[in-house]
């Protein structure tokens, strides 16, 4: 079956514990992006990437990383997660950028 | 300031009327998507429209790319509870190879 997955689902950590979520596709996919949505802003991009080791930012990359090391995979990584950064995070896949994009089933954060 | 404009945030309305929700910019797109997003779960594409002036049509569901490519509407036509979720819509190619989204519109249709 053609998905992408994410996890952990559910996320509760403190303030300045790195974390990482990673994400998975299995549709061969070129493109891949990781979205955070908050009530009334929608989905913001937060960083994307076009293939394997090129990675660029989104509209709100501070105070995350990314790496693409292998096709199917884009985990995010937050250094030291503050509480600004609890939201709903989405990792998606598309075949080339604008084209469809498959979303993960979205992991919650919350940091206290 | 927001690249997509979505336009109504909310909408709640009873089974069986009509609605039209847009996606308005200032900017000059290539393409737009429609995306649905229920509670829970990712969003999921609706249609991508490419053509100034074009529509697009899915079931009950009427899509329409502005002639000058910059807005787009959704019309709904006689709406049912399964209609329920967040309407967004999305562009690509801007500032690089970016992908952006409206705030989206809730939908709400009562039984």
């Known amino acids: 079956e053609a998905q992408v997955t994410q996890n952990p689902r559910y996320l509760i950590t403190v303030t300045g514990k790195k974390l990482t979520v990673t994400c998975s596709q299995n549709?061969?996919?070129?493109?891949m992006s990781w979205y955070r949505q908050d009530p009334g802003l929608g989905l913001r991009q937060i960083y994307y990437s076009m293939n394997v080791e090129v990675t660029d930012k989104g509209d709100v990359p501070e105070g995350y990383k990314v790496s693409r090391k292998e096709k199917r995979n884009f985990p995010l990584i937050l250094e030291s997660p503050s509480p600004n950064q609890t939201s709903l995070y989405f990792c998606a896949s598309s075949l080339w950028v604008g084209a469809e994009q498959y979303f993960g089933p979205g992991t919650r954060l919350t940091v206290t | 300031t927001q690249l997509l404009e979505q336009s109504p945030q909310f909408l709640s309305i009873q089974e069986g009327e009509n609605l039209t929700v847009y996606c308005n910019s200032s900017?000059?797109?290539?393409?737009l998507q429609w995306y649905r997003q229920e509670p829970g779960e990712g969003p999921v594409l609706l249609v991508t429209v490419v053509t100034g002036g074009e529509v697009k049509k899915l079931k009950r569901l009427t899509f329409q790319f502005g002639d000058a490519r910059k807005d787009s509407s959704l019309h709904i036509t006689a709406a049912q509870p399964g209609d329920t979720g967040l309407y967004l819509c999305a562009v690509s190619y801007t500032g690089g190879f970016k992908t952006i989204f409206g705030a989206g519109t809730r939908l709400f249709v009562k039984a």
């Open positions: 549709m061969n996919h070129e493109y």
């Open positions: 900017s000059v797109f290539s393409s």
